[in-house]
């Protein structure tokens, strides 16, 4: 290659202009040149290029590549491949740079190959950006696979309410039909249009999570009055399935808790629903306990929710906190739900310094769920 750009190169520039030009390229651009002899000796190195890879021009002159390079299997298997008379191009990762090697073979006048030239230049960068936008290529995809993925589920969970609000409504426009079966019939049309209205409340929330809109909203409350106005609302629910709903307070109480009262309500009212709903028999356990941080604000107010229902299998556990999550369609088809509600719960939990966990689960024997959020200062 050399000798073909010295023939053009003296035509138009005459050879010391040419070497100058040459030197002036091999001095200023990020490229090195090198040539190997048949046997692997160094006949050339240059370029500063070499910078890079911590070599000055002509270092290498001499020694032997194969002795030099044997631990770049790459970079040996790319020259063998030019001394047998290829003239190709590769990219190799090597010395922790990324390069761009041109490598030819150069022969004498029988036609025989008798070295080597090989020009690299250094890409490091632009490898960098193909892999940054590699991988933002495949975040965007994933976003927009799991974008479509909730839609279909929310277009599902429309549907099945809405076909049971319809359905039921026409039967009801029916004349002759028992007072007994018109108020079970209204009853599955409010179950839906409630389960609508779930939807529809998660989905808002989700949207401002999704957008960041998540402003945290403190008042103070009287820990007892809150906790038991809480607990009452869904005594309710329990006493329907003759499940015992208990309240504990473990170690220190205080008066007064200050924190995002409708947030924590959402959270505490989900879990407490979530285990009165998977529970058949048995008791839904609530304790709650208070720890005073290093410094005020840092007060945190703990909710452990235990009961001795479904349980999770633990494949199933895993997705508990992702949007429509639901362990076991069977029992979620049977108990109702959006499958939002841990998702949901656990976003608000850590924008208010906090987290949600599942503590522990075994199937047939009950779940127990912690919740933490920071109420500081307590008084
Ligand atoms: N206490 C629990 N016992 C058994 N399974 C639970 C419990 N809490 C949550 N799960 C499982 O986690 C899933 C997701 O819960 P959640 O996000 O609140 O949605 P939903 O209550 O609308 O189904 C439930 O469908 C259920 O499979
Ligand atoms: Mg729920």
């Known amino acids: 290659m050399l000798g073909t750009l010295k023939t053009i190169g003296e035509k138009t520039l005459g050879k010391s202009s040419l070497e100058s030009t040459f030197h002036t390229l091999l001095g200023r651009a990020p490229i090195a040149i090198w040539s190997i002899a048949k046997d692997g000796t160094y006949l050339m190195c240059d370029g500063k290029g070499l910078e890079s890879l911590n070599l000055k021009p002509g270092e290498l002159v001499g020694k032997n590549f194969f002795e030099f390079r044997k ?25 922790n740079i990324w390069l761009d090697t041109w490598y030819t073979p150069e022969y004498d006048s029988n036609g025989n190959v008798i070295s080597m030239i090989a020009i690299s230049i250094e890409i490091d960068e632009r490898k960098k950006n193909e892999e940054q936008l590699k991988i933002a290529r495949e975040q965007a995809e994933t976003r927009s696979e799991a974008k479509s993925r909730f839609l279909s589920h929310v277009s599902h969970e429309i549907r099945t309410p809405m076909t049971t609000i319809l359905g039921f409504s026409e039967i009801l426009k029916k004349e002759g039909i028992s007072e007994k079966d018109r108020a079970l019939f209204v009853e599955k049309i409010e179950r839906g249009g409630k389960s609508l209205l779930r939807l529809v409340d998660d989905l808002l929330d989700i949207s401002k999570i999704e957008a960041g809109k998540t402003t945290v909203e403190k008042k103070r409350v009287n820990l007892t009055e809150w906790l038991s106005e809480v607990v009452s609302f869904m005594e309710f629910t329990a006493s329907k399935k003759h499940i015992i709903l ?22 505490l009212t989900n879990l407490l629903s979530n285990a009165i709903k998977f529970t058949e028999k048995g008791a839904v356990t609530l304790t709650v306990r208070c720890y005073t941080g290093n410094t005020s604000s840092d007060d945190v107010i703990e909710f452990e929710v235990e009961d001795t229902g479904a349980g999770i299998i633990p494949e199933n556990q895993k997705n508990l906190f992702k949007p429509f999550g639901q362990g076991d369609k ?27 966990e599942l503590v522990r689960s075994e199937p047939g024997k009950g779940s127990c769920f912690l919740a933490r959020i920071k109420a500081g200062p307590f008084d």
Not at 246 to 267: F, S, V
């Open 71 to 95: 631990n770049s299997p790459r970079l040996v298997e790319n020259v063998k491949r030019a001394l047998e008379g290829e003239t190709f191009r590769a990219d190799v990762f090597h010395q």
């Open 246 to 267: 208990d309240l504990k307070y473990e170690g220190k109480k205080p008066k007064t808790i200050y924190t995002d009262i409708n947030r924590a309500r959402q959270i």
């Open 330 to 356: 069977s029992i979620s088809g049977k108990y109702g739900g959006t499958g939002l509600g841990l998702f949901v719960s656990k976003q608000w939990a850590e924008r208010m310094g906090g987290s949600l």
